[in-house]
């Protein structure tokens, strides 16, 4: 076989496929170390290196490191393989390929191969690395990429950063690992709308482990997300509807009255959403619902033009309520 494909030439090679992957594709992916001393006796070797010819644009090297076949790694490394180079399908590449999977041993061998500044290449989809690495909780490469210079305040097309994305994931190991060396990188952009501190994200995730520690690492719980929403940690939280969130933040001294930019207290916010248990412990911390925003309404009024009788019938049972008028109800 090998005496045939010496008769060609690389282009003609990499039109012989199988499931739409070359011999060499095959052989990167079973770990055949035996045909691949076969290949590098062909005389355009060199040329099949970076092969990538199937539809999506795998490459010998992106799937050995799929397969976590470290050995299979270095070897084409060693060859000349391009670390760098990406599917053409989403454009990722190797590093990315163990942000996703965790491989610390296959990031370490392809890190050798890079330059510093090459560790925060986004994918097609706007992620680096590093944000894979956070959003699949995979510590170890992680901790690579950081000793290796990537940006953990680096945006992605979601606008968000790594301390973003693992507290989305209310990721507390990654926190723990990151946050006392480098929580100060996460300055806040006062000025810009869509800019949110940490303990805003955590607050309006689905867990709270991240927002506990934070608050016990003394971020501020009444401070504002930016100066043009001046939303707090406690509107994130009411409006994610996460109790447990609201009860931690009001237990910690989170003022239930502070406004945002348009004058909704968290009441507002609640009803909204039309979450009683909410509405109830909103009340049990003095939370005001006949406070008006800018547009003169207060959170009974939107429950009354929302309709929602268990919280109209929850704010009339309310002895501090007594004055307002429910005729309307």
Request: aromatic share 6%; hydrophobic share 40%.
């Amino acid at each position: 076989m090998i005496s045939h494909l010496a008769t060609l030439n690389a282009e003609q090679f990499g039109e012989i496929k199988s499931e739409d992957m070359s011999l060499f594709h095959h052989i990167a992916f079973d770990g055949d170390h035996d045909a691949f001393d076969a290949l590098e006796t062909l005389p355009y070797f060199k040329d099949l290196i970076d092969l990538d010819t199937n539809q999506m644009g795998w490459t010998p090297l992106l799937w050995a490191a799929a397969q976590s076949d470290a050995g299979m790694v270095q070897r084409l490394i060693d060859c000349g393989a391009n670390v760098l180079k990406a599917k053409k399908q989403d454009g990722f590449n190797v590093l990315h390929i163990c942000g996703m999977s965790g491989d610390a041993r296959v990031l370490q061998i392809a890190l050798r191969a890079c330059e510093k500044r090459d560790v925060d290449i986004m994918c097609e989809e706007g992620y680096s690395a590093a944000h894979l690495a956070c959003m699949r909780s995979n510590i170890d490469v992680l901790n690579l990429l950081i000793e290796n210079g990537a940006d953990l305040v680096k945006r992605n097309v979601s606008d968000s950063t790594c301390f973003d994305e693992l507290l989305k994931q209310d990721d507390l190991d990654l926190l723990e690992c990151i946050y006392p060396k480098y929580g100060h990188l996460q300055r806040r952009q006062m000025r810009e709308p869509g800019q949110f501190p940490m303990i805003h994200i955590a607050a309006g995730a689905q867990g709270s482990k991240c927002l506990k520690y934070l608050i016990d690492k003394g971020e501020h719980v009444n401070q504002i997300c930016n100066e043009h929403d001046k939303a707090t940690p406690l509107h994130f939280a009411v409006l994610a509807q996460n109790i447990e969130n609201v009860k931690l933040l009001l237990k910690n001294g989170a003022n239930p009255n502070a406004r945002d930019t348009i004058g909704n207290n968290s009441m507002h916010f609640a009803v909204m959403v039309e979450n009683l248990p909410i509405v109830k412990l909103l009340d049990d911390f003095g939370c005001d619902a006949s406070v008006k925003n800018d547009s003169e309404m207060c959170a009974i009024d939107v429950a009354q033009n929302e309709g929602n009788k268990d919280i109209m019938l929850h704010f009339m049972a309310q002895q501090k309520y007594k004055n307002f008028n429910f005729n309307n109800v």
